[in-house]
Each structure stands twice: as C-alpha cells, then as structure tokens.
C-alpha cells in the first residue's frame, strides 16, 4: 500500500500498550478458580440462542427464538409462567436459575455449519454463555454439539431430526428433545397400514444427504415390515427446485404410494409439483394415489397451502394438543404473539426449561452436575405426555403425533390435524440399533 | 529491511504489530460495558478467522490483483485444504503440522489441474470454468462422496479414529507437538479481558508469513511479468513470451493459499463441511477483495476483516441489546431509535452488508484502502503530494 | 420411450425457464456492457409481483363471528375479501383464481418502471468501471431487494397456484398414440412452455424487424460508430434494460406456480443462468436460448434413474460438467462473438 501514514507518535503508543501488555501483575489461567467452562459471575447467568436467522429456514429460527425469549420470561417470574406451572419437576420458582437472573444472546446460524459454530463459538468465549440451544438442521445441530462438547458448556438441540444426532455423532454434553427419522417411521407405519392396508408399493424421493437417507432408511424399512414394496429410491439434489424430471417417473413405475424424504422448500416444491403431476387423482394398481411426507412442520404446511390437504406426516408436538401443558404453552405463546408455537418453538423453549430445572435441581451450574440431572430423568406436562431422556444416547422418548392435512381449513393455522398419538413404547429402540450404533457419548466435559 | 523497500517494510511492519497485538486493539472497550458486550473483536474465533480469511484474500490478490483473472471458485481450494487436514487428524494424530502441510500439498496439486485446464480460456469464460469445477466439488462433497467427506453432518474426528501417531498422553484437540491450540491465557486489567490463544499466534505468524511472500511475490520480476500479462496479454505472446507457466503458477501459488487457510481452519476447529466449497464463499472471497481494494497488498485483508466482522458482531445485535444502549434517552427516543435500526441489526445484517457494498463501490471505487488514502489526505498537513503519488499507482 | 418423451418436456419447461432468464442477461451483457449480478433478484421480484396480486385479492375486512372461536378460545375472527364485496362474490373468486395470470398485466408495466430506475439511478454510473465493480455493486443491490423482500413476506415459500382451469394434467401420452396416463403433463407446465416460447419470439422478432431493435443491434455491434451517427444509443439502452427486466420480471409470476416464491430464488437462479449465458457465448442472444434449451434437456435426461444408476450424482453435476467441455472444445461457447468480455 503507497500510504501508510506510519507516525513515530503511532509506534510509541502501540508500543507502551504492548509492553504494559506484557507486564501485567495479575495473570491467571482461565477460569482456572470454578473448574468448568464460563462459571457464571455476578448475578446473572447467560443462555446462547444460536438459531438461524437469514437463509431458508430463517422464519423457522425466529419462531425458535421467539419460544426462548418466552422461556426466559418465565424462568425470570415475568408472564403467566407457561409450562412451569404444569411442569412435573417444580423446582423452578421463577426467580431465575439457582437465584441467578437469566439473560441471553441471540446469533444467527444460517444453516450453516461453519457459521453456526462461528457464532456458538462467540456465544461461548465472548459472551461466556453456559448453555446453547436452538438450530433447525441435523448438519448445523451435530457441528455445534461437538463444539459444545469441546469447549465444555451444554448443548441443547434445536430441531434436529437425523438419527445421528444422538446415535453416531452422539456427545455426553448434547442433548436432544426433538424425535428422529426412526421414531417418524416407527409412529407414521401402523396409522400407513390401517388406512392404506398392506400390499402397497412405495416410490421414494430422498433429499441426498445425510438426513434424507436417514429418513429414508428408516420409513423403507418400517413399510417392508408391514409387507409393503419398495419400488425405487431416487436421491434428488438439495435445493433442487425443479423436481419435474424425478416426478415424471413415478406413474409409470407401477408403484402406488410416493414417499417425499424431503424437508422444508424442497418439501414444499416437491409436493406442489408431484399435484400439478396429478399424483393424487391418479389410480394405480387399482388403488387410490397417495402421498406421504415423513416429517411435517407448521411451516411447511402453511408453505405448500392446499396441497397437502389428506397427505400424511408426522410432529413432535403440536399445538392442536388437549393436556393442560400445550394448553399453557400455546396461551402464553399466542398472546405474545398472536399466533400458535410451532413444533420447532416448543422444542426450543421446553429444552431451555429443562436446561433450567436440571441445573436447580444439581445444585450447580457445572456441566458435568447437568449431565447427570438430566441422564434417565423422567418429567411429564411439557405437552408430550409422560417423557424420559435416556442416558445411553441422551435422546428424549415420548410420544409421536401422526398428522394429516386437514381437508377443509377454517383459519389460517388450521392446516394440520393430529390423526393419532402414537404411545411412546411404539417408537422406541434399543441405544445400539443399528441405525444408531458406532456412537459414543464420551465423557462429560466440564472445560477449563 | 528484509529485502523490502522501505515502504514496504512500513507495511509489513504494521501488519506484524497489528496481527501481535490485535487481541488487545480489538477489545477497545471495557469487557462489561454495553459497548463492549457488542462491539468487542477480540475473542480467539473471530480473530482466528480474521487472519485465516486475510491469508485466503492475500493468496486470491495474487491471481486477481496481479493477473486480473477473475477465479469465482477459489472456495474449493479452502475446502479441500480443510478435508485433507482434518483427514490427517483422523488418520496421524492432532499434530497440526503435517495437517497443514498435506493441505497446502492437496490444494496446491488441485489447482494445477483446475488451472491447467481453466486457464485455456480468459475474461468471463475462465471466471465460469473455474465456478464449474467449484460447484461440482460442493455438489459431490455434499452428496456422492460421503464416505470420503461425511457429507452434510461435516468431515470430524471421532474417538474410534485409527489416529495411528497418538501416543497415550497426547492432547485430545489439535496441537502443534503438544502446544494445544485452544490453549490460551487471559490477562484481566481494569476493566478489560484480554485473551491471549496459542491458536490465533500461529495462524498470525501464518498471516504475517503469507504477507511477506505476498509483497515479495508482488516486487519480484514474476509480479511484474504478471501485471504486464494484466495490461496487455495479446503484446506479451507478440513479444514470443510464452505467458502460460506465469499465469499456472500465479493460480497455483494462490490456490495454496487458499489451502493454507482451509488448514488452518481446520487446524482451529477439526470440523469442516461441504458448504465451505458453496459458490457463495466464492463469492465471499471476491468481495473481500474488491471491498478492501483489489491489487493493493493490504486491501483484501481489510476487506475480509470487515466482513467477517460483521458476520459475527452485527447479526449478534437484536432488540434487547439496542435497548440496553439506548436507555439513557427518554422512551420514545428509544423506542423510536430502536424501530429505525431494527431493520438492519440481528436478522437483517444481510441488509446491512449489501448496503455496505454498494456504497464502497459507489463511493470508494477503490475500496477500503481509497478510503483509508481519503481520510488521510484529509487529516494529514503534508500528505497531499503523497496522495497523489497513491492515485497514480493503484496497482500496489 | 415414453419415459424420454417426458423427460424431453421436462427439459424444454426446465430450458425455457432458463432460457428466458438468460436472456434478459445476455441482452444487458450485449447493450450495456454489464455483468448484471441482480438479474436473478429481477426475476424474484417478478415472482412477488404474482404473490403481491394474490394477496391484494384476499386482502379482507374482519367480521367475528361470535358463534365459533379462535385457538385462544376469543370469537373467531372471519376475513372477507374487499373483492368479493366490491364486485360480487362470483368475480371476485374469478380474480382470486387467475390472480397469476392477471399479474402479468401488472408486472410488465412495474418491471419496466423497475428497471429504468435501476438503469439510470445505479447501473448508468457503472458503464466505464471494471466488470469486478460491477459485480460486486449488482450483487450488492440483490441482497438488498433479497432482504427487502424477505422483510416484507418471510423467508418460507409462498404458495401461488395457477388458475384451476390449468390444474391437472394433459395426457400427451394419447396424442401421440401411447397408453392412456404414458405420458401425462401438467398443463400448466404446458402454458408456461408456450408463454416462454412467445416471448423468446417477440424478443427476438422486436430485435430483427423494427428500426429501433436495428440500431440495438447495430449498437451492439458497435456503439461507438453508432454514437458518431447521431444516435441517441443511451436512450435505448435504457429501454433495453427495462425490457430485460420485464422480460425477467414475467418468467419470474408465470414460474411462481411451479416453484413457490421465496426471498433467495433469485440467488438459486443466478449462478446457473450465468453458465447458461456463457455456455451459449457472450453477447449471443440466439445463443443464450440455444444453451438455455440444452442444459434444460440434458439435466433432465441426468435425472433420469437409469443414467443415475450408471454415473451416481451425475444429475447434480451435469450442468457444469457440460459447461466446462463446451467452454474448452469451443473458445466463446456456444455461439459467442469474438472480444465480448474475454479480458
């Protein structure tokens, strides 16, 4: 560079500031004095909301945050107190956690892995937060999971649905409440077979990557343990767009059910286009047409309207629930802000209370005391009904919901229906499955 | 000094003093303060990335600045750096060393093979050849490579890993023969907290490394053949020079570069995914460039610095922090403040960024470092002569 | 065989998208000399024209209904559409239904306001600058309108269906004397081909057969010769980008029912219309068409399951994979003029 305006004034200054730099008296090795990674100071203690806020799932990471800053309020006494007055641990009084205010820091992921890590990493040696949460992609949740277990702070997965979460990239400092692709399939089959019956042959579009396979995997073997066919397997590219060239196919390919492993827009594109193909008017095999999409979100629904009108999915919760938690969820939820949670909220928010409520009930704030509280901890009224996490995986078990399209909507949030809760004992696994297994939570890291 | 004029050495040496101290120049204020909580830099992986993204924006300097050739797949060098290393620590150990070097190797032997075949063609045909084969990477790395890349969940280090060089004690994150990378040392002083990472020191000297050889490289008869290339490459060939290898060694000097960087990257954070191959960090790597002042030396690490800075600090900002800072004023002041600067904080930092852009070009064609130039022409009394000595050379 | 028949429509609906876009980008390429990184936002813009005009047409008064309630338990609260009570229920749902194709009428004037705003106010200054600055500035003015945008609808898909009338299928598969449902199409599909196929003509017939598409041409070949004629070539360039944008702005509403609109589609079109422009040689109008129509074709025959089982993933590649031979067995791609951005 020509100019570079290098003042001898300048260098003295920079200098004098390095060398007092250099001859500070007080040096310390951090955090060295409390044994764990941020040890909160003072009176207050900081959450890291780590959510997507620009890219396609961006509408999704802010309803995430909108749930935390909820749970927030309530942990701190302000609001109606939501979940925590259904709550079966009652440890949480409102006055913070451990007496200490909770305060938070927002970031945004953009779904990306390398970016979502950027930002925890913020969250953690700047901010000096001692808990994440929030996300909306298996990627972004298992990157961010293994930093947490790095740095020593807790991690408390956002939406994330692969079953690599919590079976190959498990980690003892992660934790996942959201269910997985195998409990989809293990909910979605038995409601399949008594409405569909057992002799169907299905075609499946699967997103090609790791998530897509994995919901893939999982729904083509579920539907062959009910003897149904599965006719192809077509991997499709993410962010396709177009699908016409991949739905083309599937009349002519003598199968009568089309599987769509595909999440957000690609859901939505996906779907829209096998209609416009006339998928759902056709007759094959002498059977109606039918779709199915394995894992429904609100705002898939409200993004492919119409089209999903009778087309089956399944939620890890929805707000259409009847138990007196949902109830005090979704009214505290929808009078902030005028319209229901979403699937991905809930997680959010009911993950921050258990964060919560674990370290009151350990006493301490030290990850490792919260990997013990929460390991095999058993609660109900969070809206899933009674519901454990185990401590072999650290992955929630409750019960699924099997949700249609509703076929005549009466408002704007009435897309979906719950067709059936599917009881817990339905969808669960042994930790070693072979969908899950070459995991290892590891030890539990506390950090500096 | 060193074998640089004294200019030069100027240059460098501020890049060294910067690159040395930036972990207190980049907390100038108070940890606890409002502002601080904000605007504060200086954390160990926003100033990792500072100078990680400055050595890939030096590395893409050399090819763009020089040559005028513009790579719109420059990010694929980064990944498959990044690839190769974390391989080495599945494979060897959490040595660094030979991650970073097998980096620079892989990305250094692609780019002989993209450039080859990429730089039979000039203008915007060589910008798309080069985004082809970036995207074909991202696209593959993603998906049909799994087993090599791990796909979406991203490329990581697990305990079953055959990590044949790890002895028993060895440090269970990267480290370079036995220093740990996330190693680190907080000196408290008043108010502030600095933090001094054994990480963010190597890839500094990295950084410092990568800037000598940069102006070296821009000073040397290479760099002036290149810039003759830039100016009139049709005259070159009349002249019976045979341009080809100069440009080859242009891209591959700045394709290990970006390897260097995908290393360290990794090196830093042992994880790394298909995404960092994507066109937009492509993109990203161009902007930088143009933004800080393309062809100058110091430009393109101005511009990844700005940028970065507000990937990390401005998308941090929501509502509640706006208010925390405002609360002086009277409600509706602060209510009012807030509303206007919603829109560009927190979720909206994109907005923020295109803005930024489009103001850089419109008003400083020549970038951060025009800027810089005009600011100092205002400031200083007898710079003027000097100013105008920069206008005629922007090419530095 | 009825299985490549499909897959042949598939690749013209796929191409004519392609090709509408791209030549929108070459035209400005060709007249002005800009490397137009907003074009794609352009086309995304058209997109929510469409989705603007649907939403103008529900947008409702509020009547509550005490007799049922909202998810709060409060009455719930109906929305009537203005345009039912203005004109009638059975208009009004006419209107809501053709809502895409009624868009046209609107995006056509508004793009071309568009485009003359962004011409004059922005790209008019960046005619002599570097391509690199031109780049960054129209890439910078996508993420805006992106941003923009995504503040006023959200960042999920839109759902924009096509009249009712073009739900459903024609079964082509019958025309041609296949088995009934061989060979089914969305019509829609079919509306879109030929609305592209339209347009792609007037352009073109616009450039060949009127004066004023003469001395474009002419000032594309040779703008400064045609400058010492005493031509006003500014003026038209102006209008040059303003037909682009229209141009970019109508395959953007007619495309909106088959892709939902959402704030980033525009960046997910850029980078491929760019390879399709240079595929078919810079400042090549027939060319960027020519390209548009081949990429679209042969990614849907990569798509086809039969090749997929041959080369894994080759569906996701195809486009550069062909890009990258096109551009090193010929030097201007397709059909490219000698010079036009080569340095």
Known sequence: MSKSNFTRRGVMKTGAVTSAGLMLPTYLRAENHTGFTNAPQGDTVKFGFNVPQTGPYADEGLDELRAQELAVEHLNGIGDGGMLNTFSSKVLDGTGVLGKKVEFVTGDTQTKSDVARASAQSMIQKDGCIMITGGSSSGVAIAVQGLCQEAGVIFMAGLTHSNDTTGKDRKRNGFRHFFNAYMSAAALTPVLEKVYGTDRRAYHLTADYTWGWSQQESMAASTEAIGWETVQNVLTPVGAGDFSSYIAPVLNSGADILVLNHYGGDMVNSLTQAIQFGLKDKQVNGKNFEIIVPLYSELMAAGAGSNIQGVYGSMNWNWQLQDAGTAAFTKSFGEKYGFPPSGAAHSCYVQTLLYADAVTRAGSFNPCAVVEALEDFDFDGMGNGPTSYRGADHQCFKDVLVMKGTEAPTSAYDTLEIVEVTPRAQVEYDSEHPMFAGGDLGACNPGA | ?396 | MDAIILQILNGLDKGSAYALIALGLTLIFGTLGVVNFAHGALFMVGAFVAVTVQKLFSLSYIEIDETRTDFLGNPLKVEMPYIDHWFGSATGAWMQDWSVPLSILVVVPFMFLVGFVLERGLIKHFYKRPHADQILVTFGLAIVIGEIIKALYGANPIQTPPPSAFLGTVDVGVMLGFEPNAIAYPTWRMVYFAFSAVIIACVFAFLQFTTFGMVVRAGMADRETVGMLGIDIDKRFTFMFGLAAAVAGMAGVMYAPILSPHYNIGMDFLVLSFVVVVVGGMGSLPGAVLAGFMLGILQSFASMNEVKALIPGIDQIIIYLVAIIILLTRPRGLMGRKGVMEE
Not at chain 2, 31 to 38: I, K
Not at chain 2, 310 to 336: A, R, T
Request: charged share 10%; with cysteine; proline share 5%.
């Open chain 2, 1 to 396: 000094m060193l074998g640089l004029n004294s200019r030069d050495f100027k240059l460098f040496a501020i890049v060294c003093i910067m690159a040395l101290v930036a972990p207190i120049l980049l907390n100038p204020f108070p940890t606890d303060s409002a502002l601080g909580q904000s605007f504060n830099a200086g954390y160990p992986a926003l100033m990792q990335r500072f100078v990680i993204f400055g050595i890939l924006a030096i590395g893409f300097n050399i090819l763009f600045g020089l040559t005028g050739y513009l790579s719109f797949g420059h990010a694929a060098f980064l990944g498959m750096g990044s690839y190769a290393a974390v391989w080495m620590f599945k494979l060897l150990s959490y040595n660094v060393l030979p991650a970073i070097v097998l980096s620079v190797i892989v990305a250094g032997i692609f780019a002989v093979v993209i450039g080859y075949v990429s730089l039979r063609r000039s203008g915007i045909y060589f910008s798309i050849l080069t985004l082809a084969f970036a995207q074909m990477s991202y696209q593959l790395a993603y998906s049909v490579f799994t087993p090599i890349t791990n796909g979406e969940t991203g490329l990581q280090v697990y305990n079953a890993d055959p990590q044949i060089l790890m002895s028993p004690g060895d440090p269970t994150s990267p480290h370079l023969f036995g220093i740990t990378m996330n190693g680190q040392t907080q000196v408290d002083m008043g108010g502030w907290s600095f933090v001094f990472q054994n990480g963010y020191y190597l890839a500094a000297l990295f950084l410092i490394a990568s800037f000598y050889l940069s102006i070296r490289i821009f000073r040397s008869p290479m760099g002036l053949m290149l810039r003759a290339i830039k100016s009139n490459q049709t005259r070159m060939s009349y002249v019976g020079l045979n341009t080809k290898p100069y440009m080859l060694a242009a891209f591959v000097i700045s394709g290990m570069y970006a390897g260097l960087a995908g290393g360290l990257l990794a090196a830093m954070d042992p994880l790394t995914g298909a995404e960092r191959m994507f066109w937009t960090a492509s993109g990203e790597i161009v902007v930088m460039a143009i933004l800080g002042g393309v062809g100058t030396l110091i430009g393109p690490v101005l511009g990844a610095g700005l940028i970065k800075y507000l990937e990390n600090i401005v998308s941090k900002i929501n509502d509640g922090i706006l208010h925390s800072w405002f609360s002086f004023l009277p409600d509706w002041l602060d209510n009012l403040l807030v509303t206007v600067i919603h829109p560009f904080i927190g979720k909206g930092w994109h907005l923020t960024l295109g803005l930024l852009f489009m103001a850089v070009v419109i008003f400083l064609p020549g970038g951060l470092v025009q800027g810089g130039q005009k600011i100092m022409g205002l400031f200083g009394r007898n710079k003027k002569s000097d100013a105008k000595d920069g206008a005629k050379t922007p090419a530095e």
